[in-house]
Antibody
Framework: DVQLVESGGGLVQPGGSLRLSCAAS????????MTWVRQAPGKGLEWVAN????????YYLDSVNGRFTISRDNAKRSLYLQMDSLRVEDTAVYYC????????WGQGTLVIVSS | DIVMTQTPLTSPVTLGQPASISCSSS???????????LSWFHQRPGQPPRLLIY???TRFSGVPDRFSGSGAGTDFTLKISRVETEDVGVYFC?????????FGQGTKLEI
């Protein structure tokens, strides 16, 4: 079975940084694009970033471009999201998902940006 | 950015009866490869979303056949032939034709 387990969320002050991780299992990780999607409390879904199978292409939501960096380590079967210069409006549950068009999703990790 | 608009935002339904959700996009979702990258997701309270349908009408693995998708170009529909209790929650459409990928606002299915 496909499993995606996110970690690294927590409480951070505005302007701070966090690094989210996603451990993947049950599929050929290096053969799939990977995606981060977020959901603010009580709100809808917002696509954040995608990374190609080999890490050679990355795409970002405009509001996070230049502040967030998506990356992957295929040897470790892991996906990452480095989040810098965090803003209050980045508060959300962050989901890791398999595929450009998210097929399988993790349970999510909560990021709270607050002073 | 492509804007995705869902109607209705809330849908009261009756168990065993059909239900339908519409999604329209601000521009055609037909990609240069001829495919139309429109997907539907379902999210139960407190759970992550799960993929139901992709490329308008292809059901994802394990999705019951009471779910079906249709449409073309800019107008799409998700239909549930007979609503079951487990179908409550919020349904989202999403376009993956171009970055940034965008979701509809969500439609809450209530029994």
């Amino acid at each position: 079975d496909v499993q995606l387990v996110e970690s690294g969320g927590g409480l951070v002050q505005p302007g701070g940084s966090l690094r989210l991780s996603c451990a993947a299992s049950g599929f050929s990780f290096s053969s799939h694009w990977m995606t981060w999607v977020r959901q603010a409390p009580g709100k809808g879904l917002e696509w954040v970033a995608n990374v190609k199978e080999d890490g050679g292409e990355e795409y970002y939501l405009d509001s996070v471009n230049g502040r967030f960096t998506i990356s992957r380590d295929n040897a470790k079967r892991s996906l990452y999201l480095q989040m810098d210069s965090l803003r209050v409006e980045d508060t959300a549950v962050y989901y890791c998902a398999r595929g450009m068009n998210p097929h399988n999703w993790g349970q999510g990790t909560l990021v709270i940006v607050s002073s | 950015d492509i804007v995705m608009t869902q109607t209705p935002l809330t849908s009261p339904v009756t168990l065993g009866q059909p239900a339908s959700i519409s999604c329209s996009s601000s521009e055609s979702l037909v990609y240069s490869d001829g495919n139309t990258y429109l997907s539907w997701f379902h999210q139960r309270p407190g759970q992550p979303p799960r993929l139901l349908i992709y490329k308008i009408s292809t059901r994802f693995s394990g999705v019951p056949d009471r779910f079906s998708g249709s449409g073309a170009g800019t107008d799409f529909t998700l239909k549930i032939s007979r609503v079951e209790t487990e179908d409550v929650g919020v349904y989202f459409c999403m376009q993956a034709k171009q970055f940034p990928y965008t979701f509809g606002q969500g439609t809450k299915l209530e029994i």
